[in-house]
């Protein structure tokens, strides 16, 4: 079982059958559960940036941050892991 901390909480990160992606859906962060959830049968480029993304919307939540989902999450999850992969060399 993995798990991240973020400002002070200890989440879960799990695979999920669950998570449907042929509804666009293929992550999900539940700050009830304090889980990540990820759909199992994604790449290792759709699971990272996933990650990403849900560690954003954590991060959005825990802090209140008020981030819009498609104008401002999904942007910044995308940066942010194109930054770290094509710089995996000093991050």
Known sequence: ???IKIAGYTIEVVEDENILANESRIGEYSSYEQKIKLHPGLT???KNETLIHEVLEAINDI???GLEHDEQLCK???AIH???VDNNNII
């Open 1 to 3: 079982m993995l798990k």
């Open 44 to 46: 290792e480029q759709q």
């Open 63 to 65: 802090y209140e941050l």
């Open 76 to 78: 910044l999850s995308v």
């Open 82 to 84: 194109q930054i770290i």
